[in-house]
């Protein structure tokens, strides 16, 4: 049977046979929506949130007090500026690219535009990531250079120390800590933002297939 | 104002409803899913509805969204089921004037549509609703020719399921 003939079927079907009422699908229309660009709405939010508070309270630490000692602040000082105007920019392109979102562009634009309003969120993550990682190089770098700096960090009085072993130990436990962080990171977005955007991202390649075909 | 807005809103699904059914039906296997999909089809319809200028017809517009959720929204996997309990479509098609054989193949229709990719999906909807190319590419947003292609090789596969 050839698909014209389906077609002639599928004309013929019989309309729902309950229908909903004028009420019914007012109080549908008042419901909140669970799509997934209200959730990545919300989980983005929530990032950003988590983020700026881990930096407040960091900055409230007693381990600032050794920063200090180390002279450090200046630097520090510097990254929190630099922090506050990339927060910024990645905070008004995450809200740019969110409320660009509409089902009434084609299928191709709104997946394009969710996809990218998540990646907003996730270069921001990636930011953060990145500049912990690095901020704690150039940290240690600059502790294990200063004379006495890991005894002053790990408040050592003992001045009997063995050094040379200190050292190693020091360096070791601190790339254990990067390596402990990029890990669960990776974890965790892989699992947000690998099954939330699965579907999406296969419909969205399926539509570009074809595009780079021609 | 709003309240005209909202009057005017539900005269125009209400009687247009059929199309979100359906949409409903190839999306979706049981009738949970269903009332979650059309549910979200009528939020984000209502939250559009003010940008919606009348300079196409309802439907038309209606088509989109209601795909647009179906495919990018819609929050559960739509992905092709494999085998599908032919009973499980029961509960959407049950009408005494229909015909019986009529009946059954649109069953295998449905459970055809049902196993290929979402975007598949949204092509053979489009046609099987008759829709010109030209509203196919503006919804999907790819090009004619690219709808075309794509739209030959969506209803070989169907014809491979329902001939095999």
Redesign the interface.
């Given at each position: 049977m050839d698909l014209e003939h389906y077609k002639k079927t599928w004309e013929n079907q019989p309309e729902e046979a309950k229908k909903v009422s004028k009420e019914e699908i007012y109080k549908m229309s008042q419901a909140k929506s669970t799509s997934i660009v209200k959730w990545i709405f919300i989980i983005g939010v929530l990032e950003f949130a988590f983020w700026l508070i881990l930096n407040s309270f960091t900055s409230k630490l007693e381990v600032m007090e050794i920063y200090k000692e180390l002279k450090l602040m200046e630097l520090l000082d510097v990254v929190y500026y630099i922090n506050f105007i990339v927060v910024v920019a990645f905070l008004y392109y995450f809200y740019k690219n969110y409320s660009s979102i509409s089902t009434i562009d084609s299928t191709k634009d709104l997946m394009r535009k969710i996809i990218k309003t998540r990646k907003t969120v996730k270069y921001y993550v990636n930011y953060n990531v990145l500049a912990a990682v690095l901020l704690m190089i150039v940290f240690n770098v600059k502790i294990v250079n200063t004379p006495n700096g890991i005894e002053t960090v790990l408040e050592i009085d003992n001045i009997n120390f063995d050094d040379s072993n200190l050292m190693t130990v020091y360096v070791i436990s601190q790339a254990i800590a990067v390596v402990i962080m990029i890990l669960f990171l990776f974890l965790f977005y892989y699992l947000l933002y690998g099954i939330m955007l699965k579907k999406l991202k296969r419909n969205h390649k399926e539509l570009d297939r074809l595009e780079k075909l021609n | 104002m709003q309240k005209d807005l909202?009057a005017k809103?539900?005269?125009d699904?209400?009687q247009n409803?059929?199309i979100v059914?359906k949409v409903c039906r190839i999306y979706t296997t049981n009738q949970d899913a269903h009332n979650?999909l059309?549910?979200?089809v009528?939020?984000?319809?209502?939250?559009?509805y003010s940008?919606?200028r009348g300079d196409s017809k309802f439907s038309t517009?209606m088509y989109?969204?209601a795909?647009?959720?179906a495919?990018?929204?819609?929050?559960k996997?739509?992905?092709r089921i494999k085998t599908q309990n032919i009973d499980d479509f029961t509960y959407?098609?049950?009408?005494s004037?229909?015909d019986d054989t009529?009946e059954q193949?649109?069953k295998s229709?449905y459970s055809a549509i049902h196993q290929l990719?979402?975007?598949d999906k949204?092509l053979i909807f489009l046609?099987?609703?008759?829709k010109p190319y030209k509203e196919i590419s503006?919804?999907?947003?790819?090009?004619s020719?690219?709808a075309r292609?794509?739209m030959n090789r969506a209803?070989e596969k169907?014809?491979n399921i329902?001939?095999p």
């Open positions: - | 909202e809103f539900l005269l699904f209400e409803q059929n059914h979650d059309f549910q979200e009528v939020i984000q319809l209502w939250k559009n940008k919606f517009w989109r969204v795909l647009n959720t495919i990018s929204l819609y929050r996997s739509t992905r959407k098609i049950k009408s004037d229909y009529e193949q649109l229709l990719n979402d975007i949204a046609y099987l609703e008759d503006a919804t999907l947003g790819i090009t020719v690219n292609v794509k209803k169907l014809k329902l001939n």
